[in-house]
């Protein structure tokens, strides 16, 4: 059996502007790498073709796969990427009619069965993680018999009882990496977000006990498994000695919710240091002061805190036990340990209004942030916010633009679409062009000259990216 893992192209970057996302941030398909790690662990042959990676042609992608003769071909999907994926399947089956196909991804475990309904040459749906499941599919195990497997039967759709989870996250073999080509020195972190170069990516955790209105657990749920201490620094050590690899953003959802295997990191690298850096991710109320301290001096550089927005009522419904206050002080000591700030944020949530907007954008400025990202809201299939959405905007329900950077919600606080993008530019732009941030980077910037450099090689890509966030003219 020979298993081809596809990361399709999908939508990454504003409608009607040439996609310069891969400028700024190329992250290496972190779901497939474990797949195919696994797969391997079990004796399966597999391959991994990114196509949003620096080798694929866009053009080339379905002859790419066709030269790799799979047996089995198997796509993991965000929402905006599903139907690019569907379409390489159309393309594939008229050259290889009898390929079987699998799609799996947070996109799949929201909607479930109805997606073979719609889309007749998907074979197999994979729901929730995909490890043991597309293992035994790749191994020959009845269908019937594989849980987490949804499959036609004839003219029925067969849905199987769901997969338990992975107890130990310990058993899964280290990320494939090897298998990416480019890795990792055309795999890029975000600009200014890191020291030194070259850089890689990790998970450490999965799932979140909490239950923000606009997050999807489609996948993990609601429970939280981790790795342990001596894994994740088993993971940084091969990171460090095969690759090189000199900073890692690690992409949990929470990576300090467990108190104990962080202090047991900390203590690790401390003692027995590996001279790389890292980025992680906290929540109000689980970075406190010691904490902090022994993240940095484990070699963390920068901490991103999931803030959302700056207007009370909304982080009362959409981020519950979240406080501005604390917000504020949790910004303060991070920074007063020596560790960088970077606020994530989230405009166009239901209640926005022109007034919790700029509540927003003035609360972004007055924390003094190292950096920020703001999201534009989308309501994934798979979130709280689904069901009820329609009662608080109006939804423009288009798989491709939903990817966070393209509004397809519009509060009913809001008048216009037009409106709605205008108010993200203005308070975006206003952010970069404030005076603290600006003195913030000019003082770091021998610290980030691999980003001015990676600025500088790209800059007609970056300044079309630019003009994205300029009003747009209407065609006459």
């Given at each position: 059996m020979r298993v081809v893992l596809v990361h399709p192209l999908g939508s990454n970057w504003v409608s009607g502007h040439k996609d310069a996302s891969s400028?700024?941030?190329?992250?290496?398909?972190?779901?497939?790498?474990?797949?195919a790690a696994w797969l391997e662990k079990e004796g399966i042959e597999t391959k991994i073709i990114d196509c949003l990676g620096p080798t694929v042609a866009p053009g080339g992608v379905v002859q790419r796969i066709v030269q790799e003769e799979p047996d089995l071909l198997g796509f993991s999907t965000t929402t905006s990427a599903f139907l690019d994926a569907y379409q390489l399947t159309e393309s594939i089956k008229k050259i290889k009619p009898n390929l079987k196909t699998v799609f799996g991804g947070v996109h799949v475990s929201a909607i479930g069965g109805d997606l073979l309904r719609q889309f007749p040459e998907i074979d197999f749906l994979v729901m929730g993680e995909g490890e043991r499941t597309l293992s035994e599919l790749a191994s020959g195990k009845n269908s019937a018999e594989i849980d987490g497997l949804i499959f036609r039967n004839g003219q029925e759709i067969i849905v199987n009882r769901p997969r338990e989870p992975i107890a130990d996250l310990d058993s899964l073999p280290l990320p494939a990496y090897d298998k990416l080509a480019g890795f990792p020195n055309h795999y890029q972190l975000p600009l200014f977000s890191y020291i030194n170069a070259p850089g890689a990516t990790m998970i450490t955790s999965r799932g979140c006990p909490y239950q923000c209105s606009y997050c999807d657990r489609s996948v993990f749920k609601r429970g939280y498994r981790f790795n342990s201490a001596e894994y994740i620094y088993e993971h940084m050590a091969f990171l460090r000695g095969r690759f090189?690899?000199?900073?890692?953003?690690?992409?949990?959802?929470?990576?300090?919710?467990?108190?104990?295997?962080?202090?047991?990191?900390?203590?690790?690298?401390?003692?027995?240091?590996?001279?790389?850096?890292?980025?992680?991710?906290?929540?109000?109320?689980?970075?406190?002061?010691?904490?902090?301290?022994?993240?940095?001096?484990?070699?963390?550089?920068?901490?991103?805190?999931?803030?959302?927005?700056?207007?009370?009522?909304?982080?009362?419904?959409?981020?519950?036990?979240?406080?501005?206050?604390?917000?504020?002080?949790?910004?303060?000591?991070?920074?007063?340990?020596?560790?960088?700030?970077?606020?994530?944020?989230?405009?166009?949530?239901?209640?926005?209004?022109?007034?919790?907007?700029?509540?927003?954008?003035?609360?972004?400025?007055?924390?003094?942030?190292?950096?920020?990202?703001?999201?534009?809201?989308?309501?994934?299939?798979?979130?709280?916010?689904?069901?009820?959405?329609?009662?608080?905007?109006e939804l423009k329900e288009d798989w491709r633009l939903m990817n966070c950077l393209n509004f397809v919600f519009r509060p009913w606080g809001i008048q216009s679409w037009e409106r709605l993008d205008q108010l993200y530019n203005t308070h975006v732009k206003r952010f970069y062009s404030d005076p603290g941030w600006r003195r913030r980077l000019v003082k770091r910037c021998w610290q980030h000259r691999h980003s001015f450099w990676r600025l500088l090689r790209h800059m007609p890509g970056f300044l079309g990216a630019m003009r994205s966030f300029e009003p747009q003219r209407k065609k006459s």
């Open positions: 400028l700024a941030n190329r992250m290496p398909p972190i779901g497939l790498l474990s797949l090189g690899v000199r900073h890692v953003n690690i992409y949990d959802d929470l990576f300090t919710l467990h108190r104990g295997r962080i202090e047991a990191l900390c203590e690790r690298l401390i003692a027995k240091p590996l001279a790389m850096r890292f980025n992680c991710a906290v929540r109000v109320g689980h970075a406190d002061d010691d904490l902090l301290r022994l993240l940095r001096r484990a070699g963390c550089l920068m901490v991103s805190l999931g803030i959302e927005s700056g207007d009370a009522a909304l982080l009362e419904t959409h981020k519950p036990g979240v406080y501005v206050d604390d917000v504020k002080a949790t910004v303060a000591r991070i920074q007063a340990r020596g560790l960088r700030a970077k606020g994530l944020f989230m405009m166009g949530l239901p209640g926005e209004t022109e007034e919790s907007i700029k509540k927003t954008s003035d609360f972004v400025i007055s924390l003094g942030l190292d950096d920020m990202n703001m999201a534009k809201f989308t309501p994934f299939h798979g979130a709280p916010t689904w069901k009820t959405i329609g009662q608080y905007g």
